[in-house]
């Protein structure tokens, strides 16, 4: 089954996000503030230009 990653913020707590992470047989939720989602974004930013870098030196999508 594919993979469903949510992103949920709290109207009545601002700054405060809900992740929750569901693969059908594995289910997970972690609460973050705004610093930690952030740093999440900047992660998975990071780790796309990587993986771009690696199909351009290999000539194009894997």
Same mark, same amino acid.
């Given at each position: 089954m594919a993979t469903r990653v949510c992103v949920d913020n709290y109207?009545?707590?601002p700054?405060?996000?809900? =992740?929750s992470f569901d693969s059908?047989?594995?289910r997970a939720a972690? =609460?973050?503030t705004r610093?930690?989602?952030e740093q999440l974004r900047s992660c998975v930013t990071d780790s796309l230009a990587r993986d771009d870098a690696v199909r351009?030196?290999?000539g194009g999508d894997l």
């Open positions: 109207e009545a707590y700054g405060i996000f809900r =992740v059908g047989d594995v972690v =609460v973050l610093p930690q989602l351009r030196r290999r």
